[in-house]
């Protein structure tokens, strides 16, 4: 799971060219075993983003066979990250 933090988008479509692409050839590149995701939070630029409690919101980008999809904005990134470790271990 690689995830990007954001004070400022919420979707990854509102990511630079390049970060979107970069983040897409990854997810492509792991076939399924590389998810991405875009974690907005607002926290101020010099303090400590605590993941369990600052993240606001979330959206993945995961790996089909017809390439890249991209869930809704969710919630409950805490949530999220516990399930996707469970199903993973």
Do not use: N
Not at 35 to 51: E, F, P, R
């Amino acid at each position: 799971m690689l995830c990007e933090f954001s004070r400022h988008h919420t979707e990854f479509r509102q990511l630079s060219k390049g970060q979107y692409w970069m983040y897409a050839r990854l997810v492509l590149a792991g076939k399924g075993s590389i998810l991405a995701v875009l974690c907005k939070h607002s926290v101020s630029q010099h303090l400590k983003i605590d993941t369990a409690k600052d993240v606001e919101s979330f959206q993945v980008m995961q790996w089909t066979p017809e390439g890249v999809q991209f869930w809704p904005v969710c919630e409950g990134f805490q949530d999220f990250v516990l399930a996707w470790f469970d199903k993973t271990s």
